[in-house]
């Protein structure tokens, strides 16, 4: 007597929708980037997820109260720029990064802290931006604007249709 049997494949084992489903996860990642042995950027992420369906992308996703950061250095020591999100993606095909809600941008060299709802950095035009309202404190003044732009090394750094100055004392 001969019983018929299978094997389970692992298409079979995935969920029914398995595009949203993650290839790797990594938590509590930091991960830096060095140039000729200087320190260029710090990337700390609560949670990395690479995805390959429906598009190449990798999510960093704030988790248990830690958000998602990278802190910019000039000279391998010096910070020059801090960038925080609630998340963040970059596109395997495009050289492109977004970060989301509640983005915060210190320039540590100007002096200026900048709010955002988002901000987009697409490295192929060496061009950071956000086309939503943008709110720049320095010092005491706060401008806000329709929008921001920037070169990608942060160092042109501008308020699109500014729309008011507040200044206020301490």
Known sequence: MAM????????????????DSASQQVRDA????TEGGKLQLELNAPLIQKFERPVAKTLYRSLGGKR?????????????TFIEADYAVSYDDRDLMEAHDSVVVIDFNAGDTIYLQDLIWNSAEDRIYSEHPVRAKNGNRITL???FVSDQRLENMQIIRQRGVIEFED
């Open 68 to 80: 998602v950061s990278m802190m910019l250095y000039e000279n391998g020591v010096e910070k020059k």
């Open 145 to 147: 604007g329709d929008g």
């Open 4 to 19: 018929p049997t299978a094997c389970k494949s692992d298409k079979d084992m995935l969920p029914e929708d398995w595009s």
């Open 30 to 33: 930091r991960i830096q980037r």
